[in-house]
């Protein structure tokens, strides 16, 4: 059921794209990547993330500044009180009202406050390099993607070609049969090839298809049914002559973000062990406050009661104060706390290493592919040169009755599996060197 169904999409595909490819917008590769960055859900999630962390870093340069804060509270007390001069409880009700304000800032706290700051600063340039990588992940991605699609596209006028070439060659054969020149067996061997070249068509348009949907999702397009590529010019393919790996990797290590993020989270990681050790110093804060209280009788008909102001104004105080903490024993947190950010800093360097090991293998791997790539690209020309003629000679053998259907047959699926071969070693050689030139910080671009 599921076959059924991609098959009628793809065919749906293939007469939408043919009906209307007047209509729809050709996207170059450089279109397609920036699209992708611009609207990539994970690239969206990372760059909050970027935001986020710089928030982090501007509480925490906010945090140097004193705080402020103002209080008020208010009472209501009733009860009975014994007066000594009557002998007797009487019923007193008050009401009471105080305010406040106060404010607190920290002088020395082992600089951990400073360290902070420089700390998250870098962790906001990591998860802005965080962000490059994602970029450059989904870029390489979508290159391939578009290469596969290119591939494809001469892939299927090969296969259109060698159809037109047997149905010629059907035409042919089929007069010859009737004027009784050749035998019905070579008509129907030629029949049965054409037949075959005909389903390699449709194969090919089907790969085609799905590769552009594969490409139409991995931009995340509403519509993937208006969605075709343009089809750019490809320059004659230079000799491969590029620097060594470890030319390439040196280059690589002062630009791929990779390398970056991992260097700002060690440099993080260092500033943490500071914030560690400022916990073994003394604290001092310097604190201000300046409060005042009213009371008054609930009910009052002899009028003791002062006005609230007044009573405001004689009751008000203020403090000014400084205050020293020194730790002296707390549960060795301080020590506990240092060992663990040693821990985190020998991780994060663990972290950065292995950036490097893996960036090292993948230009090494990358280099390998593109030297094996240009190797087969050359000798893929040599056997569709091989090929060619060898078919064009055998092909005029046939026409003129010297070789039979299936050594004809033979020599044209020979042909066509050469061409095929050269096609996939120029689009995985222009791949590679790609990639290679994205290492070396060279834009993505065809």
Known sequence: ??????FGFVIALASITSSSAQEVKQWSLLECINYAHENNITVKRQLLNAEYQANVLKQSKLNMLPNLNASVSGSFNFGYTWIQQEAQNVEVNTRSLSSGLSSNVALFEGLTRQNTIKKNQYLLMQALEDNEKTKNDIALQITAQYMQILFDKELLAVAKEQYETSKLQV????KLVDAGSVAMGNLLEIKSQAAKE???VTQQENNLNLNILTLAQLLDLENPLDFAIETPTIPELEAFTPAG???IYQTALEIMPEIKS??????S?????????????PTISLGANIGANANWLADD?????RPLWEQFKSTRNTYIGASLSIP?????????GVANAKLGLQDANYQLQSAKLALRKEIQQAYADATAAYKNFLSSEEAVDSYKESFRYTEKKFNVGLVNSVDYNVSKTDFTKAQSDLLQAKYSYILRTKILDFYKGIPIEL
Not at 1 to 6: D, E, H, P, S, V
Not at 270 to 275: N, Q, R, V
């Open 1 to 6: 059921m599921i076959r059924k169904a991609l």
């Open 301 to 305: 008909p002899d009028g003791y009661n």
């Open 262 to 267: 991992s260097e700002h989270y060690v440099t």
């Open 245 to 247: 790996p470890e030319n």
């Open 328 to 336: 002296i024993f707390n549960r060795l947190q301080a020590r506990n």
């Open 198 to 200: 005909a389903l390699n």
């Open 269 to 281: 990681s260092e500033y943490d062990l500071k914030i560690a050790k400022g916990n073994y110093y």
């Open 171 to 174: 035409d042919r054969t089929q």
